[in-house]
């Protein structure tokens, strides 16, 4: 009878761990489609999840953990994402770590995630709000530091909706 209960204690583990892992690949291909389709940079309490693995997306969670003292589940945190994929969103960067913080601390108050992003959100959705003027920019980099920020910039592109990296003038 024991080693029957440790294998099907064994079983609700592996079917939870493969949830979670579910639920972190829908969250990051949601980072990837708002990145590179519509301008919008997801961070998770104030880390990147841009080029993260699934392993590091759910070690991310474990430290919101012990920085907010507060359980945020990658389940939630993929709907909300899932939720903002949807929306008409200006390009920004969100943290949405604290997104997902606020959803679950006033969750009661509305009826769903998208009433709550809605009303969350309300200065960064809509065409309007989309009026960006993308600047050309040369990087004269020398060295470790050019390359530095040359990756940086690149990086932090997305779209191309602010700054566009046109050349970079090394010696």
Same mark, same amino acid.
């Given at each position: 009878?024991?080693?029957?209960? /440790?294998?099907?204690?064994?079983? /609700?583990?592996?079917?939870?761990?493969?949830?979670?892992?579910?639920? =972190?690949?829908?969250? !990051?291909?949601? #980072?990837? =489609?708002?990145?590179?389709?519509?301008? $919008?940079?997801? #961070?998770?309490? %104030?880390?990147?999840?841009?080029?993260?693995? #699934?392993?590091?997306? @759910?070690?991310?969670?474990?430290? /919101?953990?012990? $920085? &907010?003292?507060?359980?945020?589940? +990658?389940? *939630?945190? +993929?709907?909300?994402?899932?939720?903002?994929?949807?929306?008409?969103?200006?390009?920004?960067?969100?943290? !949405?770590?604290?997104?997902?913080?606020?959803?679950?601390?006033?969750?009661?108050?509305?009826?769903? &995630?998208?009433?709550? @992003?809605? =009303? *969350? @959100?309300?200065?960064?959705?809509?065409?309007?709000?989309?009026?960006?003027?993308? %600047?050309? #920019?040369?990087?004269?980099?020398?060295? %470790? !530091?050019?390359?530095? /920020? +040359? %990756?940086?910039? !690149?990086?932090?592109?997305?779209?191309?909706?602010?700054?566009? @990296?046109? +050349?970079?003038? =090394?010696?």
């Amino acid at each position: 009878m024991e080693i029957m209960e /440790a294998k099907t204690g064994y079983e /609700a583990e592996l079917q939870n761990w493969v949830s979670k892992e579910r639920a =972190t690949v829908s969250l !990051i291909n949601s #980072v990837g =489609t708002l990145m590179y389709d519509q301008g $919008v940079e997801l #961070v998770f309490f %104030r880390n990147h999840l841009v080029d993260l693995g #699934v392993n590091e997306v @759910l070690n991310l969670f474990d430290y /919101a953990d012990n $920085v &907010v003292q507060k359980h945020i589940d +990658a389940h *939630t945190t +993929a709907k909300v994402a899932k939720v903002m994929r949807s929306m008409d969103l200006a390009p920004s960067k969100l943290d !949405i770590g604290k997104l997902t913080k606020q959803y679950l601390e006033k969750k009661e108050e509305y009826a769903s &995630v998208e009433d709550f @992003l809605s =009303t *969350t @959100l309300s200065d960064f959705i809509g065409k309007d709000k989309h009026k960006f003027e993308p %600047r050309d #920019v040369v990087l004269y980099g020398f060295g %470790r !530091i050019g390359r530095l /920020a +040359a %990756r940086e910039l !690149i990086k932090q592109a997305g779209k191309g909706q602010q700054l566009r @990296l046109r +050349a970079i003038v =090394t010696r």
